[in-house]
């Protein structure tokens, strides 16, 4: 059938409309192509650089150096050495058990580091580099450069590495630093990303933990370029990190040195505290241990050694340590009963040898009574009967109120691991903890500290020095950071009668210097150098109307465990105080006999700055001092002694 004009001209009508509607679309189709070309050649262009350079390019982690940790003078306590190490990259080697199995072959590692390396490597990030072997000599080192093409990831770098050079005379400041463990980790909210580095060391006790932030810096970041075999081409860029800040304690390296050889044959601690400023220019327990032990990772034979030890050298016996403060206790209860006016200096209590309170007999020490004693002969010979008379009339609340003027029953702010509160208890306190009403015993006790009472040798330091001074007197244990000095602990004046205070000082003076004092035998005979104190023994056993009958057992009679702890508090010169000291001898039986000749040793050291001539003591131990003197030198290896003897 032949088409006619107008349908044939219909038909290209219809044609020349879809050809436009197919040539439109075609035309969106390559504008929508040209501009999706245009963002991703121009817009994104950075970006997808970014992604290109980052194959070839990594960013890695500097880790900064460690500030180091000074004495007072100077003298390095903690310091950062050099180090080799050999690492490994996870995402570097591939097949990680296989390159660490040919490392083996190459240098002398055994099967636990070779575990510990592995368990490392699966909980790490895939860039981050573990450490497999630290502290490598030479010779390993050079065997494992040698070999690198055959071993892909690894990698030998020099890092450093803590080292404390004075060993264990500032184990209990210092503390120590170990790699972080996951219960690091898992203590806090948002790491910091070197945490994430394994094996990284922070702080674990001590000053080393206390001041880790500061101690730590901040990371620095080095931008490298890798090869297709991920290995290390170049270096592009760098950006240093913050190194951390250095600190200086307040500690005396040469006094915390003799106070550690002084106290070594002693489960005991020692605190010297510098009245005017309340430096801590000694803080020492004993026994102690090498905290080197601990910064690569401490044996299983070594740790159960310390742990195993009956006298504790992992603890902190200054700061963590809580005792019966025993007579050391009574000016607290007798300076409770002199702000009240309940008393005057003068007034006499008689002592039988006990004190009948609600039908129950508290007994003195001296079983045949000191007579009649006013406050001054009450403390200088340690009368416990005055005591409790005293403490009936002021009650437990007043006593309690008063010790914590003195420090005691506060937690002071130093930076050492668990520094304890210690207690002075009151009636609520009882009755929270216990769910029992206060009882008259239970003052009677508290008031020659015994009972509920308990104070770490840190708090008993600085009643003394509060005493002594006035003032209270604040622990400084930092001295400064990055050479700025930190607030001074000197303190304000107690809101206490400077005559009561004058009272204190004069019978603490009696119980050093008088022939009936109880410390007598420890006095300090050196003009402008004699001091003030106070013997204490506090019980750790009750004994029984039996014993006491037959015959209270002598501590050198009872297992070392059953004994007495012995005390004594002095500050020294008494007529301006230098130094106020507190030691703790445990289980060590009479603070006069145990404890007191201790102190009056370091109280010398620290006055005279070194040795003490023999001099200062009375002529009958001068012949005992000389030869203790002697041996003291030979145990102390890091002393800065000049070698001739004291005369």
């Known amino acids: ?17 879809r050809a436009a509607i197919l040539g439109g679309v075609q035309l969106v189709f390559m504008g929508g192509l040209a501009a999706r070309m245009r963002h991703l050649q121009v817009n994104q262009a950075d970006q997808f650089r970014l992604l290109a350079e980052e194959n070839r390019i990594k960013f890695k982690l500097i880790p900064p150096a460690r500030g180091e940790v000074f004495d007072r003078n100077g003298v390095q306590l903690a310091q950062n050495i050099p180090t080799y190490q050999i690492k490994i990259v996870r ?37 981050h580099p573990v450490t497999v072997a630290d502290d490598v000599d030479w010779d390993d080192l050079s065997r494992v450069s040698v070999n690198a093409p055959a071993l892909p990831g690894v990698a030998p770098e020099i890092g450093l590495s803590r080292v404390y050079p004075l060993g264990s005379d500032f184990a209990h400041v210092l503390g120590y630093v170990g790699p972080v463990s996951d219960y690091d980790l898992s203590r806090l909210d948002d790491p910091d990303e070197l945490l994430r580095i394994p094996r990284f060391q922070i702080g ?23 090869n297709a075999a991920g290995r290390e081409m170049r ?3 760098r950006r240093e990190g913050r190194p951390g800040s250095d600190i200086q304690l307040s500690v005396d390296a040469e006094l915390q040195n003799y106070v550690q050889a002084r106290l070594s044959e002693e489960s005991a601690s020692a605190v010297v505290i510098d009245c005017e400023t309340g430096d801590l220019v000694a803080i020492a327990s004993a026994p102690t241990y090498d905290p080197n032990l601990f910064v690569r990772g401490i044996s299983v034979a070594d740790y159960s050694a310390l742990t195993e030890n009956k006298y504790r050298p992992l603890a ?45 007999k508290f007994h003195c020490w001296k079983r045949a009574g000191h007579g009649s004693v006013n406050l001054e002969n009450s403390l200088k010979q340690s009368c ?8 009936l009339k002021v009650g437990i609340e007043k006593i309690s109120a008063m010790a914590n003027i003195f420090g005691l029953g506060v937690r002071h702010d130093v930076p050492m691991s668990a520094v304890a509160r210690g207690l002075t208890p009151t009636k609520a306190w009882k009755a929270t903890t216990h769910g029992k009403d206060w009882v008259i015993g239970d003052t009677v006790n508290a008031s020659i500290g015994q ?32 050479g700025v000095e930190q607030p001074s602990g000197a303190g ?32 300090i005979i050196a003009d402008g150098m004699r001091m003030a104190g106070k013997t204490g023994t506090s019980q750790v056993r009750n004994i029984s109307a039996a014993e006491r009958a037959r015959g209270v057992i002598r501590n050198s009679d009872l297992p070392w465990e059953r004994r007495d702890h012995a005390l004594f508090v002095d500050f020294a010169p008494a007529d301006n105080p230098k130094y106020a000291v507190a030691v703790v001898v445990e289980h060590g039986g009479g603070g006069s006999k145990a404890a007191a000749p201790i102190a009056r040793d370091i109280t010398l050291q620290a006055l005279y700055g070194g040795p003490p001539p023999l001099s200062a003591y009375p002529s009958k131990d001068r012949g005992r001092i000389g030869a203790q003197q002697k041996k003291l030198r030979k145990m102390r290896p890091t002393a800065a002694f000049d070698g001739s003897d004291q005369a």
């Open 91 to 127: 995402e570097d080697a591939g097949d990680v058990e296989k390159v660490l199995t040919k490392l083996a072959t190459v240098m002398e590692l055994d099967a636990e580091v070779l575990e510990r390396a592995l368990t490392e490597i699966k909980r790490s990030a895939p860039f």
């Open 235 to 237: 270096e592009l860029g």
């Open 384 to 391: 416990d009967v005055y005591y409790y008379d005293l403490a």
């Open 492 to 523: 304000r004046p107690l809101p206490l009668d400077d005559d009561n205070l004058r009272k204190m000082r004069r019978a603490m003076f009696a119980v050093v210097n008088d022939r009936r004092g109880t410390a007598y035998g420890s006095r």
């Open 1 to 17: 059938m032949k088409r006619t004009r107008a349908d044939i001209e219909a038909n290209h009508r219809l044609i020349s409309r």
């Open 451 to 482: 009972g509920y009472m308990l104070s770490s040798p840190l708090q008993l330091a600085v009643m003394t020095a509060r005493l002594a001074t006035g003032r209270s007197v604040e622990p400084r244990l930092v001295k400064s950071i990055d």
């Open 204 to 226: 674990k006790v001590g000053v080393e933990a206390k001041v880790e932030t500061a101690l730590r810096g901040a990371a620095g970041t080095r931008q490298v370029e890798v």
């Open 316 to 360: 902190s016996k200054t700061v963590q340590g809580t005792y019966p403060p025993g007579s050391t206790f009574k000016m607290m209860t007798a300076m409770a009963a002199l702000e009240e006016g309940l008393i005057e200096p003068e007034d006499t209590v008689r002592c039988p040898g006990h004190l009948e309170v609600a039908d129950r």
